[in-house]
DNA sequence: CGGACACGAATTAGTCATACTTAATTGGGG
DNA sequence: CCCCAATTAAGTATGACTAATTCGTGTCCG
């Protein structure tokens, strides 16, 4: 390949594998909903469309298979599935999801999903949290107070995140800490894409000190309350964004 | 091919598709901690140990790595990754989990994860459930009353698994909404693994009762504290069984 | 004499082309 | 109306080749 322009299609292509490119590629397509279900690829149409082997393009077929994307069958070919199917929990999925045409659907879904976890997350973190995860959740909450104000949001968000990815931690639960890459997502889409140039707002500061305070001193009702408040403004905010 | 036995391993080998048995083979054993992480398996090597092509043996490995199980990198081999990298929410992987030796631990996972979010999601149930949905419920409910004397359990499991199923659907949360089959999951492992053979307790039937009331009436706040009983119980319960 | 760097050999995943098998659908003939 | 055969696309197998990465070795410099 002497990179002479061919293959310069719509995927950044910054993937390492011709099957993660090739599945960067549809899997965003299909997530935003380029081919609606029902839709029938070909492996070997794929294969040629996208000038790479039949092998690579079944191995990207096998992978959107395994998240419910697609569904594979002989005689047939490759039938992209209703969004109903999709495993809508993959890292993955929510990734291309995010960054498509059904971002808004997505970041609403997750928002929910947040004020379910985050706030159950918080208590159990108050109940286990190592001193540690005390100290560091002090110094995050500490951090973000110490960067909300002057425009200094990409600070503040690295705080934000580390945060919750601690109380996340804290919660001794595999499947909330899991979450934390989401939370991540939900947090740096808002601060990229939303509302860039507000500085964040001195109450929802004053929530993520109390959130750390309760942890420290053991209370899991009031770490609880606090975090609910704290998702409830998120999902408020998002109302706000995008009615 | 003459099935003159050979292949006949440990793999119950109800898949079709050679790749889907290679991954329903390696799966499990993954996830029971059969391959330690930092263990390398080679391609190959599958690929004859399981008298497969590389080509198939390829596919399953892709599949495995989608799901963060292990990953693969030249002239090293396929490296079996820490379980806290592991796609935990990934239905496949929930299943292979609950059927090894992980059991335990991704029960009480799940459980704590069904705390969190089924009580919100009955909230929301109660504020947008269709009336179809809230007729659904309270049948639902109505049959887990019919059926939680007298040895019924496999009919009342239905009617369970259904109402659950409900409320998450009837919270138009495609988040929510996909856990259902996990909530199957774990009711179906509670009835058929821990405790087959005592009849249900009343509270818990009443309870689940009072959501289908309080969903119909609109009522979120009573929705909501009903279905944290429920799931509270359900920790409790699984605190006894599994200490 | 010892260490660091560079170069080359070995190893293993990645890619490709091809030939063949299997299952499911479709349509024609009994 | 049912059954069978032709067709189609996925599934499997194989062999050859590419490419990246690690590791060992050897040389050069300090």
Redesign the interface.
Known sequence: MTSQGAGREETPARERGL?ARLLASLGPSITAGEYPPGTVLRTEELASRYEVSR?VA??AV??LE??HLVESRRRVGVTVLP??EW??????VITWRLAGTDRG?QLR??T??R???E???AR?AAELATPEECAGLTEHALGMVATSRGQQLENYLVHDVAFHRTVLRASR??????LGDVVAAVLAGRTHHDVMFTDPRPEAVTLHVNVAEAVRERDGARAEAAMRTITEDAMAELDVLAP
């Open positions: 099957h092998t079944r191995e096998r992978v395994s998240m969004p109903e495993d809508v929990y993959d890292p993955q659907r879904s997750l929910v999903l004020s379910a976890v706030p159950v997350a159990l639960n595999e499947m909330f800490a899991r």
